[in-house]
């Protein structure tokens, strides 16, 4: 791959040049995977990266629903004992395309039901502004990434236009985005469904700069301009190579004026472009919307207008057996089993659903921050040796049942790649070599435990992450005799305080990693020295040089370098403790099109989705 | 009975009071404040948008000053605002009220019905199968978790019937075969449970009083035992039922959480554990007041209610 990572999207209808452009996209890919070609892609050897590459996976290879597709458990069981080489090949994001549906569809009307409750705030601009990236339905940014089941790949980012038709960036100091004519706003007061346009991006973005959570993503534009309704221009302080991606994240949607500067502001409720208009929604119960009626996007697939649904309509589950128990009956059309024996239960007595097996997101995995500055952390002879104590693959196969792949939160996808990292590609320290651990430690000073109680602090959340931070524990007092005390927080708020604030003694069990569409967030963010967000108190000359030079590097293939890099020394240093990088695993009833998962974005109605829009019925 | 009532209200003043600089100190305790829950995922942020947050949000004062701000406002009939929430506390707890009223009551009358006919029962048929069935029962409804025959009826519902309940709140005016089809499943479970309570407290208060003189008495003249039970076993059994029964009742309208969860019921438990778990002390204190009001003013019941069964009992 060359040239810019950031391909520019057209959404619109397909023509007949468009056609073949496609269809010859796709045959070369077909001809490049059969022929080997650039590593980089997941042909990586290892148990947990076979190959991709079987079959036809191009879009334009075969019509959609004219292959057999095996995506439920009525057509073909699913025993339990499949390899995950074997679940992701049959319940691939690509297979959706050849569901026998398709050939019915898009077809408009009906109501979506999905568990979610009303946020906190309506406030983009607010201190709970990340909480909304789960309710991107009522708004559009400037960009953002494919979704659907028509997709070219959902395990790899595609980004596409959203308000924005195309963008360019003629140099390292300017970004130019042309908007797609003829959007307006809601029909909803204040603004009143007039018609949208540059300024109200300028407005927003000028908002955003001096906002709680969104002004480290702004930090480095230094104006927006506005030079014609439909032309929005960023100029920058200085280079960054991260803004692109940052701008498909769904932190930067666009507002009106007249709602930001009327008595309630943002709170009184989401009003945008986007495709549905929100009705109402009460704490515990739900939220309803109904379609926008002057959505401005077409499906770029089938040409018809957007959005098909009529009504999204939500209940909130507090309880995981409660939303299972509303799937079973049909209550939700959607469900998220958050392990493979929930999953292999849910087939059980509903075997019609459809699955769809995601890669995993690189920003949400189990694993373990350390207090780097702290004696004995701060060596790291003993780092390498904590990583060395942990058998992940007892833990692969064990809490996660063979769903999970090895862990490091960098976004593989960045690089083309598009199953979690292998063991090779991890440096010498993640595998699991007790005798080396033990050798490690004696050198260090430490033959038998570091002579006191170690603390792991663990994570309130999720059972599954709960349970590795304890497997982690038991590792560590076999292989290297370490005295550990596993601290239970209260709850979240507690947790969030100690990681957060750093106040953790030894090391604590962490679950989100980012979340973020560019790798920036995953280099610098945790790692520079200078950076708020280094929750391990990293501090390393080299690792500072490297993620600052990666931030202006705009030639992907060397900035894909420095990554790589960063990764190296990353692992090297073992700063954090890796673990397991989880499966998402997606169920659906089959008269459902388009409720997709991304590896970034989770479900129709999760954080960074879009899809709703899309999304169709067949009942 | 008027002076009583003043000396009880003044009481209940003094005892809500002492109770809201307790519970402001307790939660304050807790590690985490509600701006680290509403930054969630963003984690931290630069230490001036920090600060310019926690200062509107009114966080950044000393505790003594946010006490008083609050007590200040709730003597003008002001709760505050939700530190989390962009609603108002009074706003809050007036949604989630009637959830947890209509719950108490189902529930309630539930348990009045199971535990008034089968306590009795058990008394009058003591050490026959009938008193060993009721009390066996009675055992299994104290001794279950709640939480585990939910879980239980809403698995095997499904299985065995493929139907699960509406979980989607849908209010009693609106939809009342809707809102019935979601309340009546918590309503008894919940009623089962109290209710296997409230028949062994039914049955030991009956048996002392079947075993006074005035009812040896009573049978004496030939009164009919219904008679005897009707007119006079349950106005001098009830005092001690109405007891338990009343702080069984003050406690469910505290919202009972388990089944709210459950069952998605937005009732005021969920919302008490939610503040609790945001770190929203506005909507932990406001609700702490309410709910020790209403412990307050159930209890007053209850007292005045021994007059109307006891003559005995003067208030002076």
């Not at chain 1, 073909?76 to 398709?102: D, Y």
């Not at chain 1, 955003?208 to 929005?232: F, G, L, M």
């Not at chain 2, 959830?99 to 019905?113: D, F, K, P, Y």
């Not at chain 2, 909507?283 to 007053?300: D, E």
Request: proline share 6%; net charge neutral; aromatic share 10%.
């Amino acid at each position: 791959m060359s040239g810019s990572h950031w391909r520019q999207g057209r959404p619109g209808g397909i023509n007949r040049r468009r056609a073949l452009g496609l269809v010859g996209a796709g045959g070369a890919t077909a001809f490049l995977i059969a022929c080997g070609g650039d590593d980089k892609s997941s042909k990586d050897a290892g148990s947990n990266q076979p190959s991709s590459a079987s079959g036809d996976r191009s879009a334009g290879a075969a019509a959609p629903g004219s292959v057999q597709v095996n995506l439920d458990a009525k057509s073909k069981p699913v025993t339990g004992k499949e390899k995950i080489e074997e679940l992701r090949e049959r319940f691939h994001p690509q297979n959706l395309k050849h569901l026998a549906g398709q050939k019915d569809g898009p077809k408009s009307g009906g109501t979506l039901r999905w568990a979610s409750n009303v946020p906190v705030s309506w406030d983009l601009a607010g201190p709970a502004a990340s909480l909304l990236a789960s309710y991107a339905v009522f708004h559009n940014g400037l960009i953002s990434f494919e979704m659907g089941d028509m997709s070219e790949n959902l395990n790899l980012v595609k980004t596409e236009g959203d308000l924005a038709q195309s963008w360019e960036q003629p140099d390292k100091l300017t970004l130019t985005f042309k908007l797609n004519p003829g959007v307006k706003w809601q029909d909803v007061k204040p603004v009143g469904g007039r018609a949208f346009s540059a300024d109200d991006v300028k407005f927003a973005v000028e908002v955003y700069q001096k906002a709680p959570v969104q002004s480290v993503i702004y930090r480095d534009v230094e104006r927006v301009e506005a030079p014609d309704a439909n032309t929005v221009v960023f100029r920058m302080k200085q280079p960054v190579a991260y803004l692109l991606g940052v701008l498909r994240q769904p932190m930067n949607l666009i507002f009106a004026r007249e709602q930001y500067e009327s008595p309630d502001g943002l709170k009184s409720g989401p009003i945008g472009t986007g495709a549905f208009i929100y009705e109402g929604g009460q704490d515990r119960v739900g939220w309803k919307a109904r379609k926008n009626p002057t959505y401005f996007k077409k499906d770029k697939w089938s040409g018809k207008q957007l959005p098909y649904l009529d009504r999204i309509e939500t209940t909130y589950y507090a309880d995981t057996n409660a939303s299972l128990a509303a799937f079973r009956d049909k209550q939700a059309d959607i469900y998220y089993p958050l392990n493979r024996s929930i999953w292999m239960d849910v087939l059980k007595t509903n075997p019609e659903v459809i699955t769809q097996i995601t890669t995993p997101p690189p920003s949400y995995q189990p694993y373990m921050g350390i207090r780097v500055d702290k004696p004995p952390f701060n060596d790291v002879r003993v780092r390498r040796a904590l990583s060395l104590a942990v058998n992940r693959d007892d833990i692969i196969f064990g809490p996660f049942d063979g769903m999970a792949g090895y862990g490091y939160a960098q976004d593989w996808t960045y690089f083309d790649q598009e199953w979690p990292w292998s063991a090779d590609q991890l440096g010498s320290y993640m595998k699991f070599d007790p005798k080396e651990a033990k050798r490690l430690m004696t050198e260090a000073g430490f033959p038998n435990g570091i002579g006191r109680k170690l603390e792991i602090y663990h994570i309130a959340s999720n059972g599954i992450n709960f349970d590795v931070g304890q497997l982690v524990a038991d590792m560590w007092k076999k292989n290297l005799g370490i005295d550990v005390v596993e601290t239970v927080p209260p709850d979240s708020a507690a947790w969030q305080q100690n990681f957060y604030g750093v106040k953790y003694e030894d090391t604590i069990v962490a679950a989100v990693a980012g979340p973020s569409l560019d790798p920036d967030a995953y280099a610098y963010d945790p790692l520079h020295s200078k950076s708020t967000k280094n929750y391990f108190k990293v501090n390393d000359p080299e690792l500072d040089n490297l993620t600052e030079a990666q931030r202006v590097e705009f030639d992907t293939p060397k900035r894909q370098q420095l990554l790589k890099q960063i990764m190296q020394r990353d692992l090297d240093q073992a700063y954090r403790l890796w673990t397991v990088a989880p499966y998402k695993i997606n169920t659906r009833y089959p008269y459902l099109f388009n409720a997709v998962d991304q590896v970034h974005a989770w479900g129709p109605l999760g954080w960074g989705s879009k899809v709703c829009e899309l999304i169709w019925m067949n009942k | 009975m008027a002076s009583y009532l003043v000396r009880r209200l003044i009481g209940a003043l003094v005892v809500l009071f002492l109770m809201s600089i307790v519970v402001f100190r307790l939660v304050h305790w807790l590690p985490g404040d509600a701006l680290i829950v509403k930054l969630g995922e963003s984690g931290r942020i630069s230490p001036d948008k920090l600060e310019e947050a926690r200062r509107e949000m009114g966080i950044d004062r000393p505790l003594a000053v946010q006490y008083t701000s609050w007590l200040g406002g709730v003597l003008r009939g002001d709760l505050g605002d939700s530190l989390i929430w962009d609603d108002s506390v009074t706003s809050r707890l007036r949604s989630g009220l009637p959830i947890t009223l209509e719950l108490a009551v189902l529930a309630s009358v539930i348990a009045v019905l199971i535990a008034l006919p089968v306590g009795i029962l058990s008394a009058i048929k003591q050490d026959t199968p009938i008193d060993y069935l009721a009390r066996v029962l009675a055992i299994t409804g104290l001794a279950v978790p709640g939480f585990w025959l939910a879980t239980i009826a809403l698995l095997y519902l499904q299985l065995w019937f493929h139907w699960t309940p509406s979980l989607k709140y849908t209010p009693l005016w609106e939809d009342p075969l809707l809102n019935l089809q979601t309340m009546i499943l918590p309503a008894l479970i919940l009623g089962y449970s109290l209710g296997a309570g409230l028949t062994r407290m039914m049955r030991s208060t009956v048996l002392e009083v079947l075993r006074n003189d005035f009812i040896r008495t009573a049978r004496a003249k030939g009164l009919r035992e219904r008679m005897i039970i009707g007119r006079h076993v349950l106005k001098n059994a009830m005092i001690p039922v109405i007891t338990v029964f009343g702080l069984q009742f003050t406690a469910l309208l505290g919202g009972s959480v388990i089944m709210e969860s459950l069952f998605s019921l937005p009732g005021v438990g969920g919302l008490t554990l939610q503040a609790i778990s945001q770190r929203d002390y506005t909507q932990i204190q406001g609700n702490a007041l309410f709910l020790g009001a209403i412990a307050v003013f159930m209890n007053v019941l209850i007292d005045v209610s021994y007059a109307w069964l006891d003559p005995r009992i003067r208030y002076s």
